[in-house]
T-cell receptor, first 117, second 113 residues
């Protein structure tokens, strides 16, 4: 079956513009995660969805960042008024997640490389 | 808070030599531990995971890792390196609460002829 897909694969934008990054999880996966990978910070957790709700938004770096998930499937990460420090690879992952201490595996998409000029 | 430490941001081995990538975690409660590999311009691929069932975990591509509670370590090994193993390797921990992963800073493995 298809894995996690993300679009676009690359996005170049100007400082101050808004961007939307999309994630299509593996069909049937109830949990969805966004991570950011940057040179200075490594891999950081941003937000986690269980179904359409986000119990943990603790990793969102500022109120310019938001995410939603609809129909328990596709998720969109929106960055408003982009700054140069937002340049990074944004990775999405999904998992089955069947319990609070689940050992489900997170499957990662290829990422979206965001460059803010 | 859980943290994951990977010693050595760059490791270089000869083809056919032993690969040893180090990972230590900090937690009073043993977490679930993972090793992921990332090839250039690709996402993360799971190599193996520790879920308390067995301390020696075998993964894909000939990799294995041993969980040592006394040392809070989960080092990744492969007996014989292959050129195709050149990639970046990440150790990660999940201590529950939504299963978000805390990653180490990664180790870039270089395999030389």
């Amino acid at each position: 079956g298809a894995g996690v897909s993300q679009s676009p694969s690359n996005k170049v934008t100007e400082k101050g513009k808004d961007v939307e990054l999309r994630c299509d999880p593996i069909s049937g996966h109830t949990a969805l995660y966004w991570y950011r990978q940057s040179l200075g910070q490594g891999l950081e957790f941003l937000i986690y969805f269980q179904g359409n709700s986000a119990p943990d938004k603790s990793g969102l770096p500022s109120d310019r960042f938001s995410a939603e998930r609809t129909g328990g499937s596709v998720s969109t990460l929106t960055i408003q008024r982009t700054q140069q420090e937002d340049s990074a690879v944004y990775l999405c992952a999904s998992s089955l997640y069947s319990s609070a201490r689940s050992t489900d595996t997170q499957y990662f998409g290829p990422g979206t490389r965001l460059t803010v000029l | 808070a859980q943290s994951v430490t990977q010693l050595g941001s760059h490791v270089s081995v000869s083809e056919g030599a032993l690969v040893l990538l180090r990972c230590n975690y900090s937690s009073s409660v043993p977490p679930y531990l993972f090793w992921y590999v990332q090839y250039p311009n690709q996402g993360l691929q799971l190599l193996l995971k520790y879920t308390s069932a067995a301390t020696l975990v075998k993964g894909i591509n000939g990799f294995e890792a041993e969980f040592k509670k006394s040392e809070t370590s989960f080092h990744l090994t492969k007996p014989s390196a292959h050129m195709s193993d050149a990639a970046e390797y990440f150790c990660a921990a999940d201590t529950g609460g939504g299963n978000k992963l805390t990653f180490g800073t990664g180790t870039q493995l270089k395999v030389e002829l």
